[in-house]
Structure formats: C-alpha cells, structure tokens
T-cell receptor
Framework: DAKTTQPPSMDCAEGRAANLPCNHSTISGNEYVYWYRQIHSQGPQYIIH???NNETNEMASLIITEDRKSSTLILPHATLRDTAVYYC?????????????FGTGTKLQVIP | GAVVSQHPSWVICKSGTSVKIECRSL??????MFWYRQFPKQSLMLMAT?????????EQGVEKDKFLINHASLTLSTLTVTSAHPEDSSFYIC????????????FGDGTRLSIL
C-alpha cells in the first residue's frame, strides 16, 4: 500500500490560498488520493478525492501531477475555521480488502 | 450528505470491564467499515477493516480477541474492547463506506475511552 508524506505544519494568512502538498511516490494505478481534515477531538471530515484528473468542489481543489507521485490540496480563501490537521491518504482495493493508511498529516494554522 | 453516528462519545470505566462502541451509517448502506485508534497528537492508526457479513481483517499487532468487531448489518458495526486496561485508553474512530475506493469514507465523531 502506498504511503504518503506531508510537511508537519504550515501557516497561511486568512483570505489567502492555502496550498498543502503531499508526496505519494509509491502510489499504484488503482489507488485514489483522498484528503481529509481533522479538527481537534473530532472525526476526520472528507474534503476531496481524485484518481488522475484535477478535481474541484465547493471546499477545495485537488491538483494531481501527471505521474501521480504527488498532489496539492488548495483551499482558495483560507478562513480561521480551516485551521486543522490535513491528511492525504491513498486508497485501493486489494483482493476485496480495502487498505487505508493515514500519514502524520499537516497542521495548518490560519493566521488572522 | 452521508452521516456516520458513533456512540458513546465518551466513556469512563474501571479496568477489567468490557466496553462496546457502536458505529451506524444513518443515511446509506455501509458495505465496509473501518475502525481506527488515535493517541494524543498522533495520526489515526487503522485497527481493522470489516465487510458486512464477514469477519474483520485486523492490522498487524492488533489483537482480534481483545478488540472484537461485529458488522452484522449494512448500517451497524460494533467494536468491543474486552477486559479493558489503562493502556487501552484512546480515541476510537469508525468510518463507513458504501462502495469501492472511488467513494469516500465518512467518519464518526469518535469515542474517547478512559480506563481507570
């Protein structure tokens, strides 16, 4: 199963775009890239996911490199409520068994 | 959107007792459910994956006799921590998925377990 690496922490000014990188250099062809965030003492919240193409929804944009070895989550206009730990994970089926591994995540601090 | 309800949200009990945590998918059928454990300031650690109607697949190092998982229906999975001890104190989180890897997992709000 592919593992992911992320910077441990990042700061972003309120109102600016937050760009959170993720490296998944061992990702295989059938593995999806997912992003979640976790606010203290709560369960993770789904943000966005993709396989090969860039994706956008009401929360964020996901940019996946052509070789799929890395991706970037973009929060276009960060607010104080976006302060959280952001996790990038990969997910696939393997013989009917789904494997999901969380990395250490990036602690994003949005600064007023 | 998809909602996963986890109960209880907080439990404190004496060492040696067993504790059951429920995870319910409220508005979708969860073919697969995942159980995680999270220690303070650490990431989520996958404990086991269960598909409805079959035995759970446990991660290496997780004792299946200690952490009993039942996924008897498409909307309910339970985790029972048997003979709990202080070192089992942790934040336990479940998630549920209604399909293959192109469908997101949805997480419950977690259960904080404290064993005295």
């Amino acid at each position: 199963d592919a593992k992911t690496t992320q910077p441990p922490s990042m700061d972003c000014a309120e109102g600016r775009a937050a760009n959170l990188p993720c490296n998944h250099s061992t990702i295989s062809g059938n593995e999806y890239v997912y992003w979640y965030r976790q606010i203290h003492s709560q369960g993770p919240q789904y943000i966005i996911h993709g396989l090969k193409n860039n994706e956008t929804n009401e929360m964020a944009s996901l940019i996946i490199t052509e070789d799929r070895k890395s991706s970037t989550l973009i929060l276009p206009h960060a607010t104080l409520r976006d302060t959280a730990v952001y996790y990038c994970i990969v997910r696939a089926n393997s013989g009917g068994y789904q494997k999901v591994t969380f990395g250490t995540g990036t602690k994003l601090q949005v600064i007023p | 959107g998809a909602v996963v309800s986890q109960h209880p949200s907080w439990v404190i009990c004496k060492s040696g007792t067993s504790v059951k945590i429920e995870c319910r998918s409220l508005d979708f059928q969860a073919t697969t459910m995942f159980w995680y454990r999270q220690f303070p300031k650490q990431s989520l650690m996958l404990m086991a994956t269960s598909n409805e109607g079959s035995k759970a697949t446990y991660e290496q190092g997780v004792e299946k006799d200690k952490f009993l998982i039942n996924h008897a229906s498409l909307t309910l999975s339970t985790l029972t921590v048997t003979s709990a001890h202080p070192e089992d104190s942790s934040f336990y989180i479940c998630s549920a998925s209604d399909g293959p890897p192109n469908q997101p997992q949805h997480f419950g709000d977690g259960t904080r377990l404290s064993i005295l």
